[in-house]
């Protein structure tokens, strides 16, 4: 799986919009890029994923490059419960055994602020 | 009820005791893994299971085994626990198309 690269740290104001950067410079064509968030010691919780268009749920929106080298996750209007560790995670996708590991790295520490 | 259900949520065990960690999940899904977590870190992966009868060795087996005793449940074994395995364990299943992992609460474990 390719290597990611995340800030240990952000801060947002609450009812802005969080956005959380992700550089996988040596991602390979067939690798989605994943985001999870974990709140506060809880089980990671799934947000969103994508290939190479933009991807929005309720969640979140996925922004990525035109050369997949990097990536933005997007909270619109943050609130003080989207406090949490967000992990940027680039693996392959599909059916096959060999894309269903999750490799965390430390991920980014939001504090979102009243 | 929760798709992942671990227990006990909360251990505190001595040194050489033999403890199970326990995970049962409702999703359906064959793909079942644990994660340990230390303060501050990411999670590493122990042990992962495609099926009930392909497990498979994560990043940081030595001193775990498992079970898979069905598709549901998914069972985390410390033969004789040390104090450096105190941390946060968390089961998981993953969907057959690899897009969404879904996590149990977490077991805090002690050893003492």
């Known amino acids: 799986d390719a290597k990611t690269t995340q800030p240990p740290s952000m801060d947002c104001a609450e009812g802005r919009a969080a956005n959380l ?10 690798e989605y890029v ?19 268009n ?8 996925l922004i990525i490059t035109e050369d997949r080298k990097s990536s933005t996750l997007i909270l619109p209007h943050a609130t003080l419960r989207d406090t949490a560790v ?10 096959e055994t060999s894309g269903s590991r999750l490799t965390f790295g430390e991920g980014t520490q939001l504090t979102v602020n009243p | 009820d929760a798709d992942v259900t671990q227990t006990p949520r909360n251990r505190i065990t001595k040194t050489g005791k033999r403890i199970m960690l ?3 999940q409702t999703k359906g899904h064959d793909r079942m893994y644990w994660y340990r977590q230390d303060p501050g870190l990411g999670l590493r992966l122990i042990y992962y299971s495609f099926d009930v009868k392909d497990i498979n060795k994560g990043e940081i087996s030595d001193g775990y085994s498992v079970s898979r005793q069905a598709q549901a449940k998914f069972s985390l074994s410390l033969e004789s626990a040390i104090p450096n395995q105190t941390a946060l364990y968390f089961c998981a299943t993953m ?3 690899n897009t969404e992992a879904f996590f149990g609460q977490g077991t805090r474990l002690t050893v003492v």
């Not at chain 1, 994943?34 to 190479?52: D, E, N, T, V």
């Not at chain 1, 933009?54 to 929106?61: C, D, G, P, R």
């Not at chain 1, 967000?86 to 996708?93: F, G």
Request: aromatic content about 14%; proline content about 6%.
């Open chain 1, 21 to 30: 950067p992700c550089n996988h410079s040596t991602i390979s064509g067939n």
């Open chain 1, 34 to 52: 994943y985001w999870y968030r974990q709140i506060h010691s809880q089980g990671p919780q799934y947000i969103i994923h994508g290939l190479k």
């Open chain 1, 54 to 61: 933009n991807e929005t749920n309720e969640m979140a929106s």
């Open chain 1, 86 to 95: 967000y992990y940027c995670i680039v693996r392959v996708a599909g059916w």
């Open chain 2, 22 to 24: 326990e995970c049962s």
């Open chain 2, 95 to 97: 969907r057959p198309d």
